[in-house]
């Protein structure tokens, strides 16, 4: 059986794709491995899913750094907005949090998930389940058929790869995508671990487990140029960090291993002048107290015994026994706590991959590859990621309608 447009992959840009390309008039049949479609979709915001951010177009290709302008054409056509009135339209109710966020009033990604099963289904959009994908079979540059694991063989005009990346590898998220992409002649940028804690060489590390940290600064450094630099919060976990401010930066951090460094400012409103005048203050008024006793109102209390014993100051030397320059060493680790990274967390700690189909080979107007002309991509496949609060699904929703409507023109 013959079908204008077959899409592998029932993730959030699979299901978005082919429900437009269904609606665009296409005959279209949707493979997926698992036994249901929208698996990864139920775990988003913790269940909750957060399903976009509200922002305009062009904050939106900012959150994306470099990358944000190969989204440009497909947010202009279906932007956050558009996404909140897709969902509001068909019975759920949105509401905004804190940082633009967007979540369905009723905190449930299944509602999120049941629209969009509606919308495949009104788009007479077929669907195969627990459909592993064997091979994709190209004669003459172009993709001729899919071949199922259990032999089946499946023709179409078009084809759209939606597989998503290596995150949450128990919903089956195991990057086969990339592996089909490779070897049909796509270059593929090596998937790394995105939206994930940190893991840290330094040993010490194990002693800060549980210390959260409001209003610091984070600046990633790698061969001594800085490559990122925010404010933010953050906690340490037994051999690393996490939290918004570091899953933030480790897509970029994932790219540029090894030799990053992170240094924290923990003061980073204070100069190093106006620091020492408020500590020699303390100080003074504490002249015959424990320095560790003296610093509780700098720093939290796990965070003093490792940064005196970096600084090779005991932690009940009395604080007018302390000379000007373990002072300013004290200062010194204030402003710059310098850790090694040793690598970001794995796949299964992961929201996103960052790494896949280079952004080069993809036309951004259409979603069509420039190396195999009946050939489409969306969603995490591509080497495509963004900050945590809804960017990366506004993304599949965006890239994915833009693909389906574009595999489904008449040509």
């Known amino acids: 059986m013959s079908y204008d447009l077959i899409v592998i992959g029932g993730g959030a840009a699979g299901l978005m794709a082919a429900g437009r390309a269904g609606e665009c008039g296409a005959r279209v049949l949707l493979l997926e491995k698992n036994e249901r479609v929208g698996v990864k979709l139920l775990l988003t915001g913790k269940e909750r899913c957060n399903l976009t951010n509200n922002i305009s177009v062009r904050e939106m290709v900012k959150a994306f750094g470099s990358q944000g302008k190969f989204l440009f054409s497909a947010l202009s056509r279906f932007d956050s907005a558009s996404a909140i009135d897709f969902f509001t339209q068909r019975g759920v109710k949105i509401k905004i949090e804190d940082n633009n966020r967007a979540f369905p009033v009723s905190d449930k990604a299944r509602d999120i998930l049941a629209v969009l099963l509606d919308y495949i289904r009104q788009s007479q959009v077929e669907v195969i389940t627990g459909a592993a994908v064997k091979k994709i079979v190209k004669e003459d540059n172009l993709i001729k058929k899919v071949v199922l694991a259990d032999g089946r063989e499946f023709f179409a005009k078009n084809y759209l790869i939606a597989t998503g990346g290596k995150s949450y590898p128990a919903t089956g998220s195991t990057g086969e995508g990339y592996n089909w992409l490779a070897a049909l002649g796509h270059k593929v940028v090596e998937p790394r671990p995105a939206l994930a804690p940190i893991i840290v060489k330094n040993k010490f590390i194990k002693d800060l487990e549980g210390v959260s940290l409001v209003g610091v600064k984070f600046s990633w450094q790698k061969d001594e140029r800085t490559i990122d630099s925010r404010t933010g919060e953050a906690v340490f976990t037994a051999d690393g960090l996490s939290g918004p401010a570091i899953l933030a930066a480790s897509g970029l951090v994932a790219r540029s291993l090894p030799n990053v460094k992170l240094s924290i400012d ?56 302390i000379v000007k320059t373990e002072r300013q060493a004290v200062l010194k680790l204030f402003k710059t706590f310098d850790l090694d990274i040793q690598k970001v967390d794995g796949f299964d700690k992961a929201m996103v991959t960052t790494g896949g189909v280079d952004l080069k080979e993809v036309d951004p107007r259409a979603m069509r590859s420039k190396i ?3 050939l489409f991509l969306a969603g995490e496949v591509l080497d495509l990621d963004g900050p945590t609060g809804g960017f990366n699904l506004q993304a599949c929703w965006s890239v994915g309608r833009l693909a389906g409507e574009s595999a489904a023109k008449k040509d």
């Open 266 to 321: 923990f003061f980073p409103d204070e100069d190093l002048p106006k620091l020492d005048l408020r500590l020699r203050n303390i100080f003074s008024a504490n002249s015959n107290s424990q320095i560790k006793n003296a610093l509780t109102g700098f720093l939290p209390p796990k965070l003093i015994p490792v940064l005196l014993k970096l600084v090779k100051i005991a932690p009940e030397t009395r604080v007018n026994q």
């Open 372 to 374: 195999i002309s009946n």
